[in-house]
């Protein structure tokens, strides 16, 4: 209530109780010609110069896109690179074994398609993400209810968690191959670990933002703490635990390439490694544009998906 | 069917929030609980409610100890507190599905409710593309399927522009004559607790304490003009200064 005590102070206004220095601030702020109040609260307001105004000024909104611009760039965005390596490939500016032209990678391509090696490598690379993948899920979001939903686990969990997680998957590599050989037990163990960290904290993170108040309500209508898990917290976070999913599996189907490429018998990383030795790049170009496009689907779908799932949040 | 507090007290570490609460409602009764920011108004309902745990005295239902949160006390947050993720008659059903109920015997509930809330032709809308109005409504109506035996509000109206905000008085006043449920109500809103109560309570603050009982002697028929009334003006002028003189000297 002592509001106007900045502007009076320094004139002996300070005396006034606040309250009616308040009262005079409201009714000058009531009354269309000003004098009173003016006299009251602007005591240097007269000499100020007006305020500035900048010239420049923010879009809050941004401009929309027409459709077909949209397009336009999304198609630019793949045919620019595109035609820059037809123009470099075909101008022989750059030897074949270090940048194989567009057609040798197509060549390579339909070679492997043909001979039924691609299929083979890509179901041995999708099998290994399948069983890596799957299983840190199942590890994972358990583990994150926890986590997300009682201070105990929070803590229990967290530190070692959390610590875990800075850890480079890729680095247990050779450890897992001196403890599971080199079969694929290592090569599981590897998408296990990259994954189940990040994927916990992330679901725990989802659990948590679950609002309280819906817990509490779904108790005020009889439900038991089992119930409030089933009801209520799982629905809510399923979207972001898809979320989370969809950004765990793009960091699984790069580890899968990794481990293939430092011990495996098959899959697109161990072709990628023959290829090497016998500097086939064109082999090379051909199985890392597969991965992009293998990895470029799991994201659909998991977005689909999500889309799906969550379609009641705004 | 009586709510009755005796000598509630709620203390959070050293903070003193309630203190010596007696209250009892009768079966079938509107009470509306006013007070200052700062009274402990919406503390006390959730003690009511069973969210939280009282540090001092009891809260009874029929005699009944209240230990935790319950059907038998519904609760209706501001905000509505609706699943976002389910239907409005799935939100309507919440409570029904945790019963051994038949299908259809939970379905025929589930469509009377909405009926009553004039939410049948929306059944399927999600939360998301209802008004703040209907939500309130359909939060009205999950507390109401579970039957019980007194329904609390805390501010349900708080956030509604006026209009909409009358409108949902008058539904809630019909409700309450429609289903003879008891109801407990906690607003900051003078105007509204006389319009809809039949005794309005007022808490004091620093602690929150019981400060004040009015009886609201208005007819039982209360259309909104019923607030030009010189009956009406005395009555909210008598709670309006009870629950200034009873504000936070903090």
Known sequence: MTGGRGHGGGHGRGLLPGRVQFAAHLAGALTPARPPAAAATGAGREGWAPLPRRAVRARPSGRGLPGRAKWALRAASLLVPLAAWLVIGGAQLVEETFLPSPAAVWAAFTEMLADGRLVSD????????????????????????VMGM?????????????????MPASAFIP?????????????????????VFFNTLMTADVVRKVPGELRQAAATLGATSGEIVRKVVWPHALPGILDAMRVNAAAAWNL???????????????????????????????????????????????????DRVGRWSA | MTLALRD??????????????????????????????????????SLIAGLA??????????????????????????????????????????????????????????????????????????????SGGQRQRVAIARALACEPSVLLLDEPFGALDVQTK?????????????????????????????????????????????????????????????????????????VEDLVRANMSTR
């Open chain 2, 8 to 45: 509630v007290g709620k203390e959070y570490g050293r903070l003193r929030v309630l203190d010596g609460i007696d209250l009892t409602v009768a079966p079938g009764e509107f009470v509306c609980i006013v007070g200052a920011s700062g009274s402990g108004k919406s503390t006390l309902l």
């Open chain 1, 150 to 166: 009682s201070a105990a686990g929070q803590a229990l969990f967290e530190p070692g968690v959390g610590l875990l997680r800075y």
């Open chain 1, 256 to 306: 899968v390439v990794v481990a293939e490429l430092v011990a495996a018998e098959s899959g697109l990383g161990y072709r990628i490694v023959r290829a090497q030795r016998f500097l086939q790049t064109d082999t090379i170009f051909a199985v890392l544009v597969v991965i992009g496009l293998i990895g470029l689907c799991i994201d659909v779908l998991l977005r689909v998906l999500r």
């Open chain 1, 122 to 145: 890509t179901l041995a690379s999708l099998g290994r993400v399948g069983a890596g993948f799957g299983l840190a899920v199942l590890i994972s979001v358990p583990l994150g209810f």
């Open chain 2, 166 to 238: 009358e409108d949902m008085q008058l539904f809630l006043r019909q409700v309450w004559l429609d289903t003879g449920t008891t109801v407990l109500m906690v607003t900051h809103d003078v105007e509204e607790a006389v319009l809809l109560a039949q005794r309005v309570i007022v808490l004091g603050c620093d602690p929150g304490r019981v400060a004040a009982e009015v009886p609201v002697t208005l007819p039982a028929e209360r259309p909104l003009e019923i607030k030009r009334t010189a009956g009406f003006h005395a009555l909210r002028s008598t």
């Open chain 2, 53 to 130: 745990p009282a540090t001092r005295g009891t809260v009874t239902l029929d005699g009944e100890p209240v230990t935790g949160p319950g059907p038998e006390r519904g609760l209706v947050f501001q905000s509505g507190a609706l699943f976002p993720f389910l239907t409005v008659a799935e939100n309507v059903a919440f409570g029904l599905r945790l019963l051994p109920l038949p299908r259809a015997d939970r379905a025929a509930r589930v469509e009377w409710y909405l009926r009553e809330v004039g939410l049948l032709p929306l059944a399927g809308a999600l939360p998301k593309e209802l």
């Open chain 1, 175 to 195: 450890l897992l191959i001196i403890w599971l050989g080199l079969g694929e037990a290592s090569k599981v163990a590897i998408l296990v670990i990259g994954v």
